[in-house]
């Protein structure tokens, strides 16, 4: 491979990419990229976020950044997540221009052409929407689209279907995006906060190119509430109508005792009947403290003011 002299002064164009154990997938990804973005504008970067890989991500990354300086690098000490990874990319990525997206070449590189020809045109955010899903099994494609309808519901953010993390967003709408710092975070919900002048571009979504994905079933169900809860009261609201409703039957239930015990005489109530009850109604109790323990969760990691992520270190990142 030929080294590349790196471009000088603010790149047009920065492509913003998390990775965790990716070591298979990162030379045909960069291979992929790198015509694509040289047909775009000579001056962009790929800034890599290595989220405490365990096999030999971090060592890829610096030979390819050893044979081309737009190869950059935020090395985080310890696994954060993917959503702080993103974060710390885009702390790090000083393009006119920011691109996150996946490693595994599922983004397609050629969309961030019409993506950019969107840019250019005057938009400030130009997001990716997946046309065709059909890579995805059907329980995916189905609990996807069930999480989109509950949190378009229930939240006054609404996040658009069928758009990921994949996107182009201005400068000046990622130095909006830096202020916001909480430590649980949903990237979805605060893209789709933002506002902005937006437009969409439509792709297919291939198969993943290499390497297994990251995300199981525990993961995606984590993200689901993270986003609900981060972007909605209606989970304490709902609680308080259950509640209420409750209350009404037990109230009624109440009089229906003392009409019987007036009308028929003490009977002795059974029971069955009892323990259905006490059980029903403490499961209830106990639910909605979880509901209530989720919110409380946030404000305890919220006021402890700890650093979003940690680093180990950067190449060919600007102080």
């Known amino acids: ?31 992929a990229m790198r015509p694509v973005l040289d047909g775009i504008t000579p001056a962009w970067d790929i800034v890599f976020v290595n989220d405490g890989s365990r096999d030999r991500t971090a060592e890829i990354i ?9 190869v950059k690098l935020v090395d985080f000490a310890r696994n954060h997540g993917k959503e702080i990874a ?18 595994d070449l599922q983004d397609p590189p050629e969309t961030i052409v019409r993506m950019v020809e969107q840019w250019r045109a005057g938009y400030d955010m130009v997001l990716a929407r997946r046309s065709d899903r059909s890579e995805d099994s059907f329980l995916k494609r189905f609990t996807a689209n069930g999480f989109y309808q509950v949190m378009n519901r229930v939240s006054d953010v609404k996040l658009p279907d069928n758009v990921g993390d994949f996107r182009l967003m201005d400068q000046r709408v990622v130095a909006v995006l830096r202020q916001y710092r909480e430590r649980t975070r949903f990237m979805k919900g605060i893209f789709a906060s933002l506002g902005f002048r937006q437009t969409v571009v439509e792709y297919a979504r291939p198969q993943r190119a290499a390497g297994t994905t990251k995300f199981r079933a525990w993961k995606l169900w984590t993200l689901a509430l993270e986003g609900i809860v981060s972007f909605s009261s209606a989970p304490l609201k709902i609680w308080t109508y259950i509640g209420l409703a409750g209350a009404a039957f037990a109230l009624m239930f109440m009089i229906y005792i003392v009409l019987t015990t007036l009308l028929f005489g003490n009977t002795v109530p059974g029971y069955a009947s009892l323990i259905s009850f006490v059980l029903l109604f403490n499961s209830l109790t106990l639910i909605g403290l979880g509901v209530i323990g989720e919110y409380i969760a946030r404000i305890f990691y919220e006021v402890k003011g700890r650093p ?8 060919g990142i600007d102080p």
């Open 62 to 70: 610096a030979g390819l950044h050893a044979r081309d300086p737009r």
């Open 1 to 31: 491979m030929t080294e590349t002299q790196p471009a000088t002064g603010q790149p047009e164009l920065s492509i913003v990419v998390p990775v965790f154990n990716e070591e298979a997938v990162l030379q045909m990804f960069y291979d």
């Open 86 to 103: 993103l974060t710390a990319g885009l702390d790090h990525a000083h393009g006119k221009a920011v691109v996150p997206m996946d490693v």
């Open 308 to 315: 979003l992520y940690i680093l180990r270190g950067t190449l």
